[in-house]
């Protein structure tokens, strides 16, 4: 899929304060600092579209980007940021929690994973609660130029096989770089199939 044109629209506090449409609308949630913008920022071309930091806790609202006039890309706050103080970091979780659950036009939620950790409880929590609810997800593993090949190979085999613990049947599994754009054909095309069902 081409990406012709992709805009910001509007930053949301909560989910009821969303933009009110029916477009399908795919997001990117995962542990802060994990490259949910960077890769927002990959994906349609435009290096400042979503706003990024070497720091985590950067993006702290629902953020909609139309893309091609069409469909949405949304960047979420990330989760698991411990620093950022009790208060503000429930706040987030609500905000992540209300949206997942309830935007009736998420088509797609991307789980990012950081492809040089082992499997982190935090995410394997938080997909256990997405499976809970129904909540439709992909999950992409970011930074694969911060590590090599065969080390690459070795971490999603034991990611692969830590899902397999929890489940009889893997979401699909993408890989990314924002450097390399590893990557960006896959997901795009993957975003294109599902759009041209709806
Ligand atoms: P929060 O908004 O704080 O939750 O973080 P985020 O998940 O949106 O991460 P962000 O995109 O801001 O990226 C965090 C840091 O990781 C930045 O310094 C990025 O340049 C870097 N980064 C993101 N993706 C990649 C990647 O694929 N490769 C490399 N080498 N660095 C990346
Ligand atoms: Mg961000």
């Known amino acids: 899929m081409e990406i012709k044109s992709a805009e910001f629209v509007i930053s949301s506090q909560s989910v009821s304060k969303c933009p009110d449409t029916q477009l399908p609308e795919y997001a990117f949630i995962g542990r802060s600092n994990v490259g949910k913008s960077s890769l ?3 994906l349609t071309g435009i290096k400042k579209l979503a706003m990024t930091s070497s720091k985590p ?6 953020n909609h980007f139309l893309v091609n006039g069409k469909w949405f890309l949304v960047d979420l706050p990330g989760y698991g940021y411990a620093r950022i103080g009790k ?3 429930e706040k987030l979780e609500k ?3 209300g949206y997942v659950l309830k935007r009736e036009s998420l088509t797609n939620l991307f789980v990012l994973i950081d492809s040089r950790l082992e499997p982190q409880q935090i995410d394997l929590e938080f997909l256990e609660f997405l499976g809970a609810n129904g909540v439709p997800f992909s999950i992409v593993f970011t930074k694969t130029d911060k590590l090599s090949y065969s080390k690459l190979s070795e ?4 990611y692969r096989d830590k ?3 929890q489940w009889e049947e893997l979401p699909p599994l993408f890989i990314s770089s924002a450097e390399t754009r590893v990557g960006r054909d896959e997901l795009l095309s993957y975003i294109g199939n599902i759009n041209q069902t709806l």
């Open 87 to 89: 208060s503000v970091r």
């Open 155 to 158: 971490n999603l085999t034991k």
């Open 57 to 62: 806790g950067k993006t702290l609202l629902i």
């Open 163 to 165: 899902l397999f613990e």
């Open 95 to 97: 905000m992540i929690q």
């Open 40 to 42: 927002i920022n990959m």
